[in-house]
């Protein structure tokens, strides 16, 4: 199933739990604008090239939408459509005040050099720039961008709209980027885990882990779960995967990845088929690569009593009902990856103000907010009589729907 009709299917579903007038319902499910630009750039070599760029602004009900880029060969305007929506419901789950968008280039960035995507950038932004900004669209970076993306981003719309720092978040340290913006997601994750176990009666250490890519969220996760005590037994990425029952040294697989690119060759573990890492014995499996993995075709066959959803949309709604049937508890990706996007608002925040806090005060923050973000999820649970997931699209729903109503937008 797409992420589209998943995504659609779950709000759906809290908008019959809530009660949603029909209107209303339909209003906050239509995207508040799409935008397709063509961007045609000089190569190296001389020759043009042309990319399609999307930006999808889905609703700014509760404040200036927010969310990544993507470069990737197959970004698709339904993908991008659905992760747009996501993001509504994941900032007003996390209580921070924006809205959800998300936009991506159809390239490949490992076939384009540094000059190239410089290029490629600059152009997206001067096709989008009266359509992003401080106060209306904040960009970020999300699958093959990074900080160095954003850098280009804010150089070139700062030439139309001067010094701009807050326009974009995940920017480098250097130019007004966050301290602790690199690991926010992966530690958030840890937040989330930590308080789903406390409501268990359990802590991260001594629970065995199956973290399913190993990118910036999957390796800062394995870290800091580690330093926790978590027994990390299998890890998986893009070159393979390893397994060591006794649990992986992270520190040394993190050295490894460093200088092979990669967990494959990782002396420290056996050699695993990456198609099996999700079945891999264990209690919390962290799924953290690409969406739709745990599906009806491996969900029987998964052993972890608890899954931390760390990417975007991994398990689909079939999957999500054999996996309740058996009794496993989903923390959903709105909830559980929502580190990242709250400390990119910390760092709009810094911007905005032109006062930077310590890494300290950062992860502080982040706590806070993933703890009383479990609490309101769980509040929703309870009112609604419903599964973690559902709590999640309830909370998220409702605050966009209550903004809505108050500004009189739901004609």
């Given at each position: 199933m797409n992420?589209l009709?998943?995504?659609?299917r779950?709000?759906?579903l ?11 319902e339909k209003?906050l ?6 935008i397709k ?12 090239a042309?990319?399609v760029g ?15 880029i ?12 659905a ?5 509504t419901?994941k900032?007003?789950v ?5 809205g959800?968008a998300?936009g ?5 960035p490992g076939?384009l050099s540094?000059s190239?995507?410089?290029?490629l950038?600059?152009?997206f932004?001067q ?9 209306a669209?904040?960009?970020?970076p999300d699958?093959?961008t990074?900080?160095q993306?954003m850098?280009?981003?804010?150089d070139e719309?700062s030439k ?11 920017k480098?340290?250097?130019?007004g980027g ?18 789903l176990?406390?409501?268990?009666g359990k802590?991260?250490s001594?629970?065995k882990?199956v973290?399913?890519g190993?990118?910036?969220v999957g390796?800062w996760?394995a870290?800091?779960?580690h330093?926790?005590g978590?027994?990390?037994v ?6 393979g995967a390893?397994?060591?029952s006794k649990?992986?040294d992270i520190?040394s697989?993190?050295?490894h990845v460093k200088e ?13 088929d990456?198609n099996l ?6 209690d919390?499996?962290?799924p953290a690569?690409l969406g739709g993995v ?5 969900a029987?066959?998964?052993k972890?009593k ?16 054999i996996?309740?049937?058996k009794g ?14 709250t ?9 905005i103000?032109?006062?930077m806090?310590?890494e ?10 993933m ?5 309101d ?7 609604h009589?419903c599964?973690l997931r559902m709590g ?8 966009v729907?209550?903004a ?8």
């Amino acid at each position: 199933m797409n992420a589209l009709v998943a995504t659609n299917r779950n709000f759906k579903l809290a908008a019959r739990l809530l009660g949603l007038d029909s209107k209303l319902e339909k209003s906050l499910l239509i995207p508040f604008r799409e935008i397709k630009v063509e961007c045609t750039l000089p190569k190296d070599d001389g020759t043009l090239a042309t990319f399609v760029g999307f930006r999808i602004q889905h609703d700014n009900a509760r404040g200036p939408m927010k969310g990544g880029i993507r470069y990737h060969p197959e970004v698709d305007p339904d993908e991008v459509n659905a992760l747009a929506q996501l993001m509504t419901w994941k900032t007003a789950v996390a209580n921070i005040p924006y809205g959800g968008a998300k936009g991506g280039i159809g390239c490949n960035p490992g076939e384009l050099s540094k000059s190239e995507l410089e290029r490629l950038t600059r152009v997206f932004t001067q096709k989008i720039h009266d359509l992003i900004g401080i106060h209306a669209d904040v960009p970020a970076p999300d699958m093959g961008t990074g900080p160095q993306t954003m850098a280009w981003i804010l150089d070139e719309y700062s030439k139309f709209h001067g010094h701009s720092p807050a326009v974009v978040t995940g920017k480098p340290i250097d130019l007004g980027g966050s301290l602790g913006r690199d690991a926010a997601t992966g530690r958030g994750v840890l937040f989330a885990t930590e308080a789903l176990l406390n409501e268990h009666g359990k802590s991260i250490s001594g629970q065995k882990f199956v973290i399913q890519g190993f990118g910036n969220v999957g390796s800062w996760a394995a870290q800091l779960i580690h330093e926790k005590g978590g027994k990390i037994v299998a890890v998986s990425d893009i070159t393979g995967a390893i397994k060591n029952s006794k649990g992986i040294d992270i520190p040394s697989l993190l050295k490894h990845v460093k200088e092979s690119k990669g967990v494959q060759g990782f002396p420290g573990g056996d050699s695993l088929d990456p198609n099996l890492i999700l079945v891999e014995d264990c209690d919390i499996l962290i799924p953290a690569a690409l969406g739709g993995v745990i599906n009806r075709e491996n969900a029987n066959e998964i052993k972890a009593k608890f899954i931390i959803e760390a990417a975007n949309h991994p398990t689909d709604p079939e999957a999500d009902e054999i996996l309740s049937k058996k009794g496993v508890i989903i923390l959903p990706d709105i909830y559980a990856n929502s580190g990242g996007v709250t400390v990119s608002y910390f760092e709009w925040v810094q911007n905005i103000q032109g006062f930077m806090w310590d890494e300290e005060k950062v992860n502080n923050e982040l706590k806070t907010y993933m703890t009383k973000g479990f609490k309101d999820v769980k509040g929703m649970c309870q009112t609604h009589n419903c599964d973690l997931r559902m709590g999640a699209f309830t909370l998220g729903v409702n605050r966009v729907a209550r903004a809505t109503v108050l500004r009189g937008w739901e004609a």
